[in-house]
């Protein structure tokens, strides 16, 4: 009591959290006490007791519990309840290991009709149930902790809420320990969230709430917790699930994991679990970007899925999701139009979070089943995008769903989560770099500070923790295949990611090239005029067609033009800096991803070698023409073409710009 309405702890107001009309409550944190906590006070339509039956709920609105366990419960003599609880919560990365605790919690009723909970550890480091898990926890201390919920005589409670927590900073690599030494972390990821989850109740309750595509709020609140769950899960990895670690890559900091008896029952019929299903891989690492705003990065990664994500591989997990369909490494040949689709379906009350439905329309490349629709479907959840809000974390989960949206369809979640190390002055592990990748068994050594950083969500000096996690099912047999291509693919995508938070941070200056030559692009538009001017100077036959166009119509047509055209650097290893969107679709890549893609990496050793002598015609003349042929694509796919021309791209003052290639006629084979 003497934390919830006294100066027990030394308070300070939560930074970028002003009380006012539209705020949820009055926050405030802790300044230079033993561990880290925050405190919460708000007036919420509800009485006394069901907020505390809701707050005592843990796992219902704090998303990092994975499970809170009662072991015994005994009266006291005025009418209280002690009970003894086994707590574990989800480590939000995977440089970290998860947190456990023993605690006993006292819940009593005062004379002015108030109700006190209050919650603290048990000395001592006893194990807990399942030993055999022990080894994946480190006990953590939750010091005197709890709610004070009094009635107001108009109807309704006023709620205090205390969260004091020492999470053993010391176990994590020393340049995560701002993260578990923040007080900011655990107002936003503990006690603010029980005040708003309270509050939306309250307000579903009274009728205050209207959803979308008819689905009851509770419906639609259990699918963002089965996201929110089934993403940890994967960032876990729990031995007493069922995960087990095939391959840990250093370099990359990839690990692949199998769960092979994984429930992908659904919430109320088992009937429709997937029968033809061996297990679920996943591909997860956690790594470092440094000048990130987590809100900035996450908003841009929802509007441009394009940029990072391979529509084939999303086509197949949901595919894999239809037992019996077709698994890898059959996927079927499918191309991204471009058009994606956002239908809400609700958000919360201070529109923190999201739940979506994306629609991402397909078409097929051949013939076959040419009016079977190709769509995908994937339910997503998006919150911690507002970038003027102070938070310790953002994160884009989604999952492929039926396009009838069952309530108990089985969910396979991937996505991001990106945590604000909320480092402070004088932080020595400001040195790190932006790509540098952590690894808990490499022995981590941080150097000294060459920057500052004050922690504000929206400081160019900010350093994050990007988590990604991408789970795919497999069918029996297929795990080798599954496995070897979730590992590219993450490693793709988190290549994409970090060159984005390049391109997209407040303090860069010189952005990438895939950022500048972005479609409808200043950049993009001058060099597909340069492109249709050297062409028509080296070819006779308008195969291109440029002809009759002008101004931005150039750049539309070379854009959806349906042959394959690339750009590369004139260097001594030639990179592809730009392609259109056929070009893309042919290497199964992204323009921000494209970048990292040299020219050699798109042909086998025989046509490699041809490309010598082609490449001496071409800066010879200044075009040359090549047969058919087959090139590969970044995921391992062969495709074909009838014929390909390159041509030396010239800029305004007639020097050399960049090289390009069109692959006429090309399909995958």
């Not at 997503?380 to 396009?403: K, T, W």
């Not at 001058?526 to 150039?554: H, P």
């Not at 893309?584 to 992204?590: A, I, N, Q």
Request: with cysteine; aromatic share 8%; net charge negative.
């Amino acid at each position: 009591l003497s934390k919830a309405t006294g100066t027990a702890v030394e308070w300070v107001q939560m930074p970028g959290m002003k009380p006012g009309p539209d705020s949820v409550g009055i926050f405030a944190i802790s300044q230079g006490c033993n561990g880290v906590a925050a405190r919460a006070c708000g007036l919420v339509s509800l009485e006394p007791s069901k907020i505390v039956e809701i707050l005592k709920d843990r796992s219902t609105w704090f998303r990092d519990c994975r499970s809170s366990e009662m072991f015994t419960m005994f009266s006291t003599g005025n009418g209280g309840t002690i009970e003894l609880l086994y707590t574990q919560t989800y480590s939000p990365m995977t440089l970290s290991t998860a947190r456990d605790f023993w605690t006993l919690r006292y819940t009593t009723n005062l004379d002015n009709g108030s109700i006190v909970v209050c919650e603290r550890s048990l000395s001592g480091s006893g194990a807990g149930p399942n030993a055999a898990a022990a080894s994946q926890f480190v006990r953590a201390e939750m010091l005197p902790s709890g709610y004070l919920v009094r009635p107001c005589e108009g109807g309704g409670s006023i709620i205090h809420i205390v969260d004091h927590l020492d999470l053993q900073a010391w176990s994590v690599p020393e340049v995560l320990r701002p993260y578990y030494e923040s007080s900011k972390m655990v107002a936003q990821r503990m006690t603010i969230s029980a005040l708003r989850y309270i509050k939306q109740i309250a307000q579903e309750t009274s009728g205050e709430v209207v959803y979308s595509m008819g689905r009851q709020p509770a419906v639609l609140r259990t699918f963002s917790q089965r996201l929110i769950r089934g993403f940890n899960d994967a960032v876990n990895g729990f031995n007493d699930d069922g995960w087990s670690v095939v391959h840990c890559d250093g370099d990359g900091g990839v690990t692949i994991s199998v769960n092979s008896i994984k429930n992908l029952s659904s919430t109320s019929n088992p009937a429709s679990s997937l029968s033809l299903l061996g297990g679920i891989v996943c591909a997860k690492a956690s790594m470092l970007l440094q000048n990130t705003t987590p809100a900035v990065l996450v908003r841009f990664l929802r509007e441009h899925r394009s940029e990072w994500a391979d529509f084939s591989v999303d086509a197949f997990s949901a595919a894999s999701l239809k037992a019996g369909t077709y698994g890898y490494p059959g996927m079927r040949s499918t191309r991204f139009t471009g058009n994606q689709a956002i239908m809400p379906l609700g958000q919360t009350i201070e529109h923190e979070e999201m739940l979506e439905i994306i629609r991402l329309e397909g078409h097929a490349l051949g013939q076959e089943d040419s009016f079977v629709s190709r769509d995908v479907h994937l339910l997503q959840l998006c919150n911690g995008i507002d970038e003027n809000a102070v938070g310790a974390c953002s994160e884009l989960i989604f999952a492929p769903i039926d396009d009838m949206f069952p309530e108990d369809a089985p969910l396979v979640p991937s996505g991001f989560r990106i945590a604000l190390l909320n480092s402070q002055p004088g932080d020595k592990n400001n040195a790190m770099t932006a790509n540098r990748t952590l690894d808990l068994t490499s022995g981590l050594e941080i150097g000294t500070a060459t920057t500052h950083a004050t922690g504000d969500a929206s400081c160019p000096n900010n350093r994050c923790v990007l988590t990604v996690a991408f789970q795919f099912p497999f069918e029996s047999g297929l795990q080798d295949n599954v496995a070897a291509m979730a590992s590219q693919y993450v490693r793709r995508v988190i290549s994409a990611v970090q060159a984005v938070a390049i391109a997209i941070s407040p303090s860069n200056t010189n952005p990438t090239v895939g950022a500048k030559l972005s479609p409808g692009s200043p950049e993009a538009l001058t060099l597909a005029q340069w492109i249709s001017k050297s062409y028509r100077n080296c070819f006779a036959t308008e195969l291109l067609r440029f002809e009759c166009l002008t101004g931005d119509m150039v750049l539309k047509h070379l854009w959806h033009h349906p042959d394959a055209i690339l750009c590369c650097s004139l260097k001594a290893v030639p990179v592809f800096i730009f392609a259109n969107q056929a070009g893309l679709d042919m290497l199964e890549t992204t323009l921000v991803a494209l970048q990292d893609i040299s020219l050699d990496k798109i042909f086998d050793d025989p046509a490699r070698k041809n490309l010598i002598g082609y490449f001496a015609k071409l800066m010879q003349q200044g075009f040359a023409c090549m047969p058919a042929g087959i090139c590969m694509s970044t995921m391992g796919r062969h495709a074909s073409y009838d014929q390909a021309v390159a041509w030396k791209v010239l800029a305004e003052d007639n020097g050399v710009h960049c090289l390009a290639f069109s692959f006429m006629n090309w399909s995958f084979i």
